[in-house]
């Protein structure tokens, strides 16, 4: 009987151990899915994650990260926006001033020391309202300018352009009139007609260029006190008329105020070198 015991007893422990073994090896089987399962979950973040890393890369060697390069696209945005909301009339100005040396907005009334630029070709683009003899009178009377095959008087043909800048340079042909008075009178009347037909312009009165000091000590009329003279009536005339007066003679003058020796052949008219001397000044000064 205790055999019989012994050996129901051995057969009870052989079973629970044998029972034991099957349940943890079908623990372990139900594990390797589960396990399986992990790999593959990794896999996909693994996969996830490789795209966020490239991402990253990416950013990285832009140089700016996301949130940076947002913010530079708001910005960039912003800029464009505020570029299209500009009123109009912000991007819409006047004319920039000619650069010196380029007078196309410019013209040019004088007489044959004017003249004198226009032969240089020392002023790029003027126009030129010149005449050799022409006075401060005639400018009104006499047909000397071809305006599209017609011939008619300065102040006509120059009333149908428009400039920014006129230049006038009058008075050494009128030196021997006798009344200062009717000179300073039609000199005024020149700048009130320009005025009416040229009201945006600019209008500059120019001294009287000295002559010589051979000339001068020679001649009773065309002399230097004379243009002094005249050049003292010129400038307040300027300055009552609203113009501006330019004292292109000190550009020409040596210490004594006249026009040097060798500057002129005929002491009256200045070679190119002195007519450089003057257009710097006209650069310089307008």
């Known amino acids: 009987m205790r055999r019989r015991a012994l050996l129901v007893s051995a057969g009870v422990l052989l079973a629970a151990a044998l029972g034991t073994g099957i349940f943890l090896a079908a623990r372990a ?37 996301e949130e940076s390069a947002a913010a530079s696209g708001a910005e960039s945005a912003a800029d464009a926006a505020s570029a299209v909301s500009e009123p109009a009339s912000s991007a819409v100005s006047e004319a920039p001033p000619a650069e010196p040396g380029d007078y196309s907005d410019a013209a040019f009334i004088g007489d044959s020391r004017t003249e004198a630029l226009k032969t240089y070709g020392l002023l790029k683009g003027a126009t030129y309202y010149t005449y050799k003899g022409l006075k401060v009178d005639t400018v009104f009377t006499e047909p000397y300018i071809d305006e599209g095959g017609t011939k008619m008087t300065v102040m006509d043909a120059i009333s149908r352009h428009q400039y920014q800048r006129i230049y006038i340079s009058l008075g050494v042909n009128e ?8 000179f300073i009178e039609d000199y005024g009347r020149i700048i009130d007609t320009l005025r009416e037909s040229n009201p945006d312009a600019t209008i500059y009165v120019q001294a009287i260029l000295p002559v010589s000091a051979k000339k001068s000590e020679q001649d009773d009329v065309y002399n230097n006190p004379r243009i ?9 005339m300027a300055k009552d008329k609203g113009a501006t007066y330019l004292a292109v003679n000190t550009a020409v003058m040596d210490e004594t105020g006249a026009l040097p020796v060798g500057a002129s052949t005929d002491g009256v008219h200045p070679n190119i070198d002195y007519c450089r001397k003057w257009t710097a000044y006209l650069d310089a000064n307008s």
Do not use: H, K, R
């Not at 399962?37 to 890393?53: E, I, L, N, P």
């Not at 030196?175 to 009717?182: A, E, H, K, N, R």
């Open 29 to 65: 089987v139900t594990s390797v899915p589960a396990m399986a399962s992990t790999a593959s979950s990794a896999g996909t973040d693994g996969a996830a994650s490789g795209t966020a890393s490239g991402a990253v890369s990416a950013e990285t060697a832009s140089g700016e990260p």
């Open 175 to 182: 030196l021997g009139w006798v009344s200062t008075d009717i």
């Open 228 to 236: 002094n003279e005249f050049n003292a009536l010129i400038e307040q």
